[in-house]
Structure formats: structure tokens, C-alpha cells
């Protein structure tokens, strides 16, 4: 008759051993315990499975048809369940899994083939899925759960139900037509683009980028002029490449060729002058996301920022006026 059996692993194990040894005594001695409670899970196995397992005789054991048959399942149960024990340990450690990133376009040039390349390297048990969309969108898909983890630049007014970290600091340039008196310059004041038309972050779009360029003009002593405003960097660029006005723009965009437009760095030493590009995540993230911030804090940090950043500061005061 039959009996119901739980193939533990430690059974499974038992029975190995006796396989190997092809003696219950010396299976015993293995695996430090008495002969009679090992001879008596193994004959509560060969009830529970309705098949004998050994031969016995008084030199030892040897495995029948089904017992060899049994022992490569057993085998092979076995590394099946420590393959499963491994692998919810490396997800919970956030060493295997997907993690979900949005990003707006700008930022995909300089920084996430770094990431990527870093990830690959240092966790390659990772999947990390890129999705591109505005910065309010992003946020948005954050915030809901949709992306696990965002990339964007001097983000304002987020949910306080996202946690806000800034991985790399750049500096703010003169974005000018190439054809402007100044594009040719190694370095201008601000204070020169005084007389000069300006497309303008637009203040509901872009807040912290066209707060900081009224902020710093103003620290420079003017009012910028404006000609237009756009919703967008692409938008502020391609105003400047028209020839039309001029602008302040981070350094970094120059990674991007735009033709009709020359970026030249400002004398200024302003930390208004500079812009934070930030990475968005829920409090509740978990080891992956944490594991993947770690890394861009030590690598790809080190390969696009154009100052060091303390984790989860910001390179400029929030100022008022």
C-alpha cells in the first residue's frame, strides 16, 4: 500500500548518498546519522513511491531499474529546486529581474549608453527595458508604477509620493546661432547677451530651467528680452539654430550636432549656471532599482558629469525674486 511522502530535499538527499555509497552504514556516517533512521526513510520512500528502490544484500545496496531511473530525477529535482532557492535570492538582492526606465531624448545620448554598458557589466542578470517620453509623463508613469525608474533634468513640483536623486551636475552655456558675433569666443560673460533676443524656457513646461536663467541673468544685471519661449530643449535649440535669438542651454547638449548652432561657455561661476539631471524613483523601490542607482552613482557619474554630485542634492539654491 501506498503511502503519501513529501520528497523534501533532505529525503532526496538521503537516498542520493545510500545510491552513491551503495551501503547504509557509510551513507550514515555521510551524513551524520544512525543506520536505523536512514534505512526507515528510505523504506517510507520505497512505500510512498509503490517501487523498490535497492537491492539488499549483506555486502550492501545496489539501485534497481527504478532506483536508477529515480536517481537521475532526484538529481535533477534537486538542482531545480537550489536553482529556484538561487534565483529568488539574486531578485530579492536585486541581482536578477527587469527594471523598466524612462527617459526624455536628450538625455539618451550622453548618459544611457553608459548605463546600459555598466549594467551589463556589473549586473548582468538585469533586463532594463528604455521607454522615452516627456518629463511629465515620466513622472507620471513613476509615480503610478508604470516605469520603475526615471531619468530627467531639473524636474519641479513632483509627486511627493516620488523620491528625487541627483546623479550628475551640468553647466548652463550660451547656446548662439553659429553665425553670431560671440560663437567664435572660447569663453563670454553673461552680461554680454545683455542687448541680445532670447527664446525663454517656457515657465510651465521647463520651471526649473527658466527660473534658473531669469535668475541668473538677473545675477548678471539684466532682464533677458524675449523673442519667443518653447516647451522643450529641442524646441530652445532649434529657435537658436534659426538665427533668430539666442539662449541658455546645458553644455551637454553640444553632444547633440545641431547645424546653425554654437554653444560657448559662460565666465560665470554661478550655481545658477548650473543644471542637475536627476533620477525619479518611488520610496518603495525595490533591491534592483536601488542596486542599478548604485551603479550610475559609481559609474556613469564618473563618465558625463561635469562636477561631482552629492547623491540626492541640489547644485543650485532654490531662490526666490
Known amino acids: 500500500m501506498k503511502e503519501d511522502i513529501n520528497l523534501t530535499k533532505r529525503l532526496l538527499e ?6 552513491e555509497e551503495e551501503h547504509f552504514g557509510r551513507a550514515a556516517e555521510r551524513l551524520h546519522m544512525s543506520q536505523p533512521p536512514l534505512s526507515q526513510s528510505i523504506q517510507r520512500l520505497e512505500r ?10 549483506p555486502g550492501g545496496v545496489s539501485l534497481t531499474p527504478a532506483g536508477e531511473v529515480f536517481a537521475v530525477d532526484a538529481r535533477r529535482l534537486l538542482d531545480a529546486q537550489s536553482a529556484v532557492i538561487e534565483r529568488v535570492r539574486r531578485v530579492a538582492s536585486g541581482l536578477e529581474g527587469d527594471v ?5 531624448t536628450v538625455l539618451s545620448h550622453h548618459y544611457l ?3 546600459l554598458r555598466a549594467a551589463a557589466e556589473e ?37 511627493a509620493e516620488i523620491v528625487s536623486e541627483a546623479f550628475a551636475v551640468e553647466r548652463i552655456a550660451a547656446a548662439l546661432p553659429h553665425d553670431h558675433r560671440l560663437a567664435g569666443a572660447d569663453v563670454i560673460d553673461l552680461a554680454e547677451l545683455r542687448d541680445e533676443d532670447f527664446v525663454l524656457p517656457a515657465p510651465g513646461a521647463l520651471p526649473a530651467l527658466a527660473q534658473q536663467v531669469r535668475l541668473a541673468c538677473h545675477d548678471a544685471g539684466f532682464i533677458p528680452r524675449a523673442r519667443a519661449e518653447a516647451d522643450d ?12 535669438c539666442v539662449s541658455l542651454l546645458p553644455d551637454r547638449l553640444r ?48 563618465q558625463g558629469s561635469d562636477r561631482e554630485v552629492r547623491r540626492g542634492s541640489s ?3 532654490n531662490r526666490e525674486g
Open 315 to 317: 547644485p543650485w539654491p
Open 233 to 244: 530643449l529641442t524646441g530652445l535649440y532649434s529657435y537658436v539654430a534659426s538665427g533668430l
Open 48 to 57: 510512498g513511491l509503490g517501487a523498490r528502490l535497492f537491492e539488499r544484500g
Open 113 to 115: 549608453p553608459a548605463l
Open 14 to 19: 538521503q537516498f542520493l548518498v545510500v545510491a
Open 255 to 302: 553632444d547633440f550636432p545641431v547645424p546653425g548652432l554654437a554653444f560657448v561657455p559662460l565666465r560665470d561661476e554661478s550655481p545658477l549656471l548650473e543644471t542637475v539631471v536627476v533620477a525619479i524613483r518611488r520610496p518603495s523601490a525595490d533591491a534592483a532599482v536601488l542596486r542599478l542607482l548604485d551603479l550610475i552613482t559609481r559609474r556613469v557619474t564618473d
Open 100 to 104: 523598466r526606465v524612462g527617459y526624455v
Open 123 to 159: 549586473l548582468p542578470g538585469l533586463r532594463v527595458h528604455l521607454h522615452q517620453d516627456t518629463p511629465a509623463d515620466i513622472a507620471e508613469m513613476v509615480r503610478s508604477g508604470a516605469l520603475d525608474l526615471g531619468f530627467l533634468r531639473d524636474p519641479s513640483n513632483l509627486s
